[in-house]
């Protein structure tokens, strides 16, 4: 079955560390999204990417980073410098001529003790 | 002002009823309109997807866009338990990146 895979779905860190999120996906879409999502608010975007080894930031790419080597593979780093790193993230991927048609993995629970 | 407003509930009905959720947008640009419902813990998915005004229909499900009032609605009929979930709206105009409402949380009780 085509779709996104995200790991892992609960992850806990303690303050000061990095975590990497893993996202997957074998729809063959070119874009392939970060999101965060907060009680209450709609999805922020994160970082985006549209193309191999290449992407932008989004609305709240501080303290985040991201790689894009593989079209499959979109794999998110929360850094120590992001001040409230407790959220839900979704990745997602669509295809370039259907920004508005995103298809998203179940996300990751990250949660800082 | 949110460029986005979506009430975020939460919208308890009975089963069978007739439910209508709404968002307003101040960007007169935005051309597509998007649904997605999002159930507890999990990814979102796309439910409806339509461009510029007018209706659109998906079995139980209808769309409608009104740009002069700058306000969509989704409409559910014959609500089931099933459909108990997180709706959210999204729009974006072309080439630009998608906006997200907030979302209603949606209670159908059997």
């Known amino acids: 079955d085509g779709g996104i895979t995200q790991s892992p779905k609960y992850l806990f860190r303690k303050e000061g560390q990095n975590v990497t999120l893993s996202c997957e996906q074998n729809l063959n879409h070119d874009a392939m999204y970060w999101y965060r999502q907060d009680p209450g608010q709609g999805l922020r975007l994160i970082y985006y990417?549209?193309?191999?080894?290449?992407?932008q930031k989004g609305d709240i790419a501080e303290g985040y980073s991201v790689s894009r080597e593989k079209k499959e593979s979109f794999p998110l780093t929360v850094t120590s410098a992001q001040k409230n790193p407790t959220a839900f993230y979704l990745c997602a991927s669509s295809r370039l001529a259907s920004p508005g048609e995103l298809f998203f993995g179940e996300g990751s629970r990250l949660t800082v003790l | 002002q949110k460029e986005v407003e979506q009430d975020p509930g939460p919208l308890s009905v009975p089963e069978g009823a007739i439910v209508s959720l709404n968002c307003t947008y101040s960007?007169?640009?935005?051309?597509?309109f998007m649904w997605y419902r999002q159930y507890s813990r999990k990814g979102p998915e796309l439910l409806m997807y339509t461009y510029s005004s007018g209706n659109k229909e998906d079995g139980r499900f209808t769309a409608q866009v009104d740009k002069s009032s700058k306000y969509i609605s989704l409409f559910i009929r014959d609500s089931q338990p099933s459909d108990s979930a997180t709706y959210l709206c999204a729009m974006s105009s072309y080439g630009n990146k998608l906006v997200f409402g907030a979302g209603t949380i949606l209670r159908v009780k059997s």
């Open positions: 990417s549209q193309i191999v080894n290449d992407f």
């Open positions: 960007n007169s640009a935005f051309q597509y």
